[in-house]
């Protein structure tokens, strides 16, 4: 009986909703479907006037939370290793380099020389980065690090 109570208005609700926009007929062509097929990403402009203290925290906070695991993982780990020790000009490269391209697919594809690098992000923190995803040492990477 209980059931019966919670499950029925669920399932009104449901039809009602579908026998609604069945009789409007809409066929919904006049959705603006962007050329590219995605969302509108805004450009990516450096931060001026930024402390150095401030990007680290940023950077670091944009390292751990990617959208994807492979990345998050990976760029965790390497802002736990060097970015406390990087200074400001590599700072900037990272920085741009996890914020310019908008697939981060793209950013794992070069670390792991799957796609070429490039040249605009061809340089030292990107071979860091490329030395990071090889682990020679073995490291366990299995979940982000503890922030502190």
């Not at 050329?35 to 509108?40: I, K």
């Not at 799957?114 to 682990?135: A, D, G, I």
Request: glycine letters at 2%; hydrophobic letters at 30%.
């Amino acid at each position: 009986m209980f059931s019966n109570f919670l499950v029925k208005p669920l399932l009104f609700s449901r039809i009602l909703s579908t026998t609604c926009a069945a009789q409007k007929n809409e066929n919904y062509e006049d959705l603006n479907h962007p050329e590219s097929g995605g969302p509108d990403i805004p450009k990516y402009t450096e931060r001026e006037n930024e402390s150095i203290d401030t990007k680290r925290a940023r950077l670091l906070y944009q390292s751990r939370k990617r959208g994807m695991l492979e990345n998050g993982l990976l760029l965790s780990t390497f802002a736990k290793k060097y970015l406390n020790d990087f200074n400001e000009e590599q700072l900037r490269q990272y920085d741009r380099l996890i914020n310019i391209p908008s697939n981060d697919w793209d950013i794992f594809y070069w670390a792991s020389d799957v796609k070429p690098v490039p040249t605009e992000f061809q340089n030292e923190v990107m071979n860091l980065l490329k030395r990071h995803l090889k682990n020679e040492n073995r490291e366990s990477r299995i979940r982000q690090p503890d922030l502190y």
